[in-house]
Structure formats: C-alpha cells, structure tokens
Nanobody
Framework: QVQLVESGGGLVQPGGSLKLSCAASGFTVSAYAMSWYRQAPGKGREFVALITETDYSTNYRDSVKGRFTISRDNAKNTAYLQMSSLKPEDTSVYYC?????????WGQGTQVTVSS
C-alpha cells in the first residue's frame, strides 16, 4: 500500500522553528522528486519547495527562501522540511508530494500554526 505520512507539525511562536517529516511506504522515494506544498484556509494549495531525485537540486517559493530547507534521506525513505524564522503567514496545512513520470502521490497533510 502506497503511503506518504507527514509529521512534525504543531503550534509555534513567530520566529520559531519546526521540522516536518514525510515518511514513504509502498514505494522508494529515490525514484521520485519530493516536494512540499501548503494550503491555508480559504486559499488554494501552493508550492513551497522541491528536491529532485537526480542531482538533489532544490527550488523554493520566494517567500520561504533563506528560511526553509528541503532535504531527503533515501536510506530512510523520508523527506524533510526544516522551517525557521516562522511567520504567521506560514500557517497552513503542509502536504508532502512524490512525483515522477509515472506516479504522483500525496500525503494527508500536517497542520502548522504560527501564533503568539
């Protein structure tokens, strides 16, 4: 059974940090580009970060550059999103995505709330 399970979300104060994890089962992430997306209440899902499966190059949306870092550990079949200097506008449900030419998988999401 193919699954992506996100974890690590929660409530954090502005300026704080969180590290999200995305654990895969039923397939091998080494063959997939891994991405994070987010969706705030009443808004559409938006791209946050990507790491390729080939040369591990990364790409970020402008608003998180310098604050978020995406990484992957193929041996653990897991991707991560390290988030620092968090802002209230980062509050969203964060979703993990695994994609290649043949398949496209989504996790169920994890809530991140940035509030004092």
């Amino acid at each position: 059974q193919v699954q992506l399970v996100e974890s690590g979300g929660g409530l954090v104060q502005p300026g704080g940090s969180l590290k999200l994890s995305c654990a895969a089962s039923g397939f091998t992430v080494s063959a997939y580009a891994m991405s994070w997306y987010r969706q705030a209440p009443g808004k559409g899902r938006e791209f946050v970060a990507l790491i390729t499966e080939t040369d591990y190059s990364t790409n970020y949306r402008d608003s998180v550059k310098g604050r978020f870092t995406i990484s992957r550990d193929n041996a653990k079949n897991t991707a991560y999103l390290q988030m620092s200097s968090l802002k209230p506008e980062d509050t969203s449900v964060y979703y993990c995505n695994a994609k290649n030419s043949f398949s496209n998988y989504w996790g169920q999401g994890t809530q991140v709330t940035v509030s004092s």
